[in-house]
């Protein structure tokens, strides 16, 4: 996990997303979640390759960005949030089923995320 006090700020509205040693925590006008690591069932890091966004339930899809509720075959409908351009992502279950997919400003950073959260590759 990250050490105490490291921080990782997504940046797409400028402190939207924080990953600490505490969990997981999204504060964005269209997705709001705080996801304590206590309750995250499993983590993966998945290639973009391999993944099927679906389409927006309720939110955005932009060639800069995806946030929002989304919905595929693989999870139903889950939560968004990530940059388009970045073709990396951690799938994360957490609450009893409910999925999160989410991604950092790079590839690179998506994987150290992964790796310091305990992320299994694909």
Do not use: C, W
């Not at 990953?19 to 499993?42: A, C, Q």
């Not at 099927?52 to 989304?70: A, F, P, Q």
């Not at 009893?96 to 400003?105: A, D, E, R």
């Amino acid at each position: 996990m990250y050490p105490v006090g490291h921080v990782v700020n997504m940046g797409l509205s400028k402190k939207d997303l924080t990953v600490d040693d505490d969990g997981i925590i999204i504060d964005n006008s269209l997705v709001s979640l705080n996801i304590p690591f206590s309750e995250i069932e499993d983590a993966i890091l998945v290639d973009g390759a391999s993944f099927n966004l679906g389409h927006v339930v309720s939110g955005e899809k932009t060639d800069r960005r995806y946030i929002g509720k989304y919905v595929n075959s693989a999870f139903g409908i889950y939560t968004m949030y990530s940059y388009a351009d970045v073709d990396r992502y951690i799938v994360v279950t957490y609450g009893g089923g409910k999925t999160l997919v989410f991604n950092m400003p790079t590839a690179s950073a998506t994987e150290t995320t992964a790796q310091k959260m305990g992320a299994v590759a694909e």
